[in-house]
């Protein structure tokens, strides 16, 4: 079993950075990829970075060059660090575990870029 905590949202001007953790309980989940998806308003949920067991990467293209998946194995933690965030990055961020057909995910955080 996996239970997945997020931190780190909150409201920030457009160009700004945050830093999203997942904190996971549960040994499994040191060999099971991390995801961060996103829920805009209106919109369906979308995939904006996995990493997987051994440290690769994917981003969504909108993304691309300005967020960074990482995780790290001592604290059983995945991160997101956002960079040069734009008003359409607003949304609900969620840090799932295993794939988006798995139960793992958090509760989500909500991510407002505003001027």
């Known amino acids: 079993q996996v239970q997945l905590v997020e931190s780190g949202g909150g409201l920030v001007q457009p160009g700004g950075s945050l830093r999203l953790s997942c904190a996971a309980s549960?040994?499994?989940?040191?060999?099971?990829?991390g995801g961060w998806y996103r829920r805009a308003p209106g919109k369906q949920r979308e995939l904006v970075a996995t990493?997987?067991?051994?440290?690769?990467?994917t981003y969504a293209d909108s993304v691309k060059g300005r967020f960074t998946i990482s995780r790290d194995y001592t604290k059983n933690t995945v991160y997101l660090q956002m960079n040069s965030l734009k008003l359409e990055d607003t949304a609900v961020y969620y840090c799932?575990?295993?794939?988006?057909?798995?139960?793992?995910w958090g509760q989500g955080t909500q991510v407002t870029v505003s001027s």
């Open positions: 799932n575990a295993g794939g988006p057909a798995t139960n793992y």
């Open positions: 549960g040994s499994i989940f040191r060999i099971l990829p």
């Open positions: 990493i997987a067991n051994g440290g690769a990467t």
